[in-house]
């Protein structure tokens, strides 16, 4: 096998920018994570060749018998990219035989465009019906080039290192306690936290605790971010991605319709909800059989709002402990609100960073998934469904 030098000067490691805050001075994100400004600190560097960045990855786990062969069987049969794309101009696959799994790496002279590429490739497969996509990112960068295990237990060796996972899904937020540093795009992070869906990721210390007398969400003050508008017409603009409102109205007895199939949360004078203006998305009836419909909503008092909401939610929940697949639920902003009871209608919401009331007792979201305390005490704000989980 052999090993071109394409890179004079090869800047093996570390996140984009900067690899670890200086602990008195990086400001705080609202998850409580720390955020790492852009060069606060200079990371270790190498030679730039796969052979490097394998010495380099062999100080935290296992990875034999590199070879570039493009055949090599241990390639994934789906490789998100590959040489002449992306800016690589190389890649190779080693085997971390411990755990039975393989580690891909690519060298990229532009690692800028490297992650641009991957950012639209994730954000495609969102907007084509994969909410979950990017959200167990495994993309691990360092200055000119990145590595992608196939097992969590190797991603987990690797996020000791002073390389970061690229997360571009917008829904994702770092939990409290990791590492979130500024990637080359916007829309994307950095971080050392290994997410996974069957739990056998980093552990999630911001996880809801059921225990008496505990109140679930987090973090205890401020939110990571929650859309709002100033009028209804402002509010449709910005749910235009995520549904069909191609069919619009304002007229008080049109939105206060209800269908057997679609039920609000809001119910009777809008105003005692502290909602402040109100409109309906879809076709209530008429010559055929109501359908999509979906209610946008000004709120001028969210604790009311909320609080409603959640005396109305519990009483669903009453007669057999599962709310009926007719019945709204509540997506929030921060003066804004939207009830739907499409579970896809509910998936684009959250990429625009909306949140669900979710009073359900007992209930706990995965690791990865947002979670935020509500103004509705019991209740929690946040962007997983146990039914309809993304992806």
């Known amino acids: 096998m052999r090993f071109q030098r394409t890179l004079s000067a090869f800047t093996v490691v570390a996140a984009l920018h900067v690899l670890t805050a200086c602990q008195g001075d990086a400001p705080v994100s609202g998850s409580g994570s720390r955020v ?23 100080q935290f786990t296992s990875c034999e018998d590199l070879k570039d062969d493009p055949n090599d069987p241990r390639l994934p049969l789906s490789e998100f990219t590959a040489v002449g794309q992306w800016s690589v101009t190389e890649r190779g696959v080693c085997s971390d035989r411990p755990v039975h799994g393989e580690l891909i790496f690519y060298v990229a002279s532009d690692m800028k465009e490297f992650q641009e590429r991957y950012k639209q490739k994730v954000m495609a497969a969102i907007a084509a019906g994969e909410g979950a996509s990017g959200l167990n990112s495994r993309v691990f960068v360092g200055k000119s080039f990145a590595v992608t295990p196939t097992q969590t237990k190797s991603a987990l060796a690797l996020a000791r290192s002073d390389l970061r996972i690229l997360t571009c899904n917008p829904t994702f937020a770092v939990p409290e306690g990791y590492k979130k540093e500024k990637a080359l795009v916007d829309g994307c992070v950095l971080s050392d936290f290994v997410n996974s869906s069957d739990g056998s990721g980093s552990p999630n210390l ?37 549904m069909d409102c191609s069919h619009f109205t304002t007229v008080p007895t049109e939105v206060a319709v209800e269908s057997i199939d679609y039920e609000p949360v809001v119910q009777g004078a809008p105003l ?57 639920r509540l997506l929030v902003g921060e003066n804004i609100a939207v009830e739907t009871n499409d579970p896809a209608v509910r998936s684009g919401l959250y990429q625009q960073q909306f949140l669900y009331l979710n009073c359900v007792p007992g209930f706990s979201a995965p690791a990865g998934y947002r979670l935020e305390r509500s103004q509705a005490d019991g209740c929690v704000l946040t962007n997983y469904e146990p039914e309809h989980p993304a992806g």
């Open 206 to 242: 911001q996880t809801p605790q059921d225990a008496a007398g505990q109140k679930p969400g987090q973090p205890g003050q401020g939110s990571l971010g929650l859309p709002r508008a100033g009028s209804i017409q402002e509010l449709k603009s910005l749910v235009g991605p995520a």
């Open 36 to 58: 790492t400004p852009p060069g606060s600190a200079a990371p270790p560097s190498a030679e730039g060749s796969l052979a490097e960045a394998q010495r380099y990855v062999r």
């Open 272 to 328: 005692d909800w502290g909602v402040t203006g109100r409109a309906l998305c879809g076709v209530p009836a008429g010559a055929q059989r109501a359908h999509d419909l979906t209610w946008l909503d000004t709120v001028g008092d969210m604790k009311t709002l909320q609080a409603k909401a959640k005396a109305a939610q519990l009483a669903d929940l009453k007669d057999d402990g599962k709310l009926k697949a007719t019945a709204s």
